[in-house]
C-alpha cells in the first residue's frame, strides 16, 4: 500500500475510533453516521489540514460538519 494511502486509512480509522468513543457509539453506528452525512469523504478530501489537529479539535469540526449537513438535508 502507498504511503500516503496507507497514511489516510489510519486516520479515517483513528477518526472512526474517537467518534466512536465519544457518542458511545458501536463501531457500526457510528461508520453509518459517518458515512450518512458524507464525513469519511470529507476526513480524506482535507486530510492535509485535519491530521495536524488535536482529536478534540476534529471531532468538534466533525459535529459541526453533520449538523451543517442536517440543516442542508431537510
Known amino acids: 500500500m502507498e ?3 496507507q497514511d489516510l ?3 479515517v480509522s ?3 475510533e474517537q467518534y466512536k468513543h465519544a457518542k ?3 463501531g457500526g ?3 453509518a453516521l459517518l458515512d ?7 476526513l480524506v478530501e482535507n486530510y492535509e489540514i485535519l491530521h495536524t489537529q488535536s ?3 476534529i471531532l468538534e469540526d466533525i459535529d459541526e460538519f453533520i449538523h451543517i449537513r ?3 438535508m431537510l
Open 3 to 5: 504511503k500516503k494511502q
Open 29 to 31: 453506528e457510528a461508520m
Open 55 to 57: 482529536h478534540q479539535w
Open 9 to 11: 486509512s489510519y486516520f
Open 14 to 16: 483513528f477518526c472512526v
Open 24 to 26: 458511545q457509539l458501536t
Open 36 to 42: 450518512n452525512y458524507g464525513v469519511l469523504d470529507y
Open 70 to 72: 442536517q440543516k442542508q
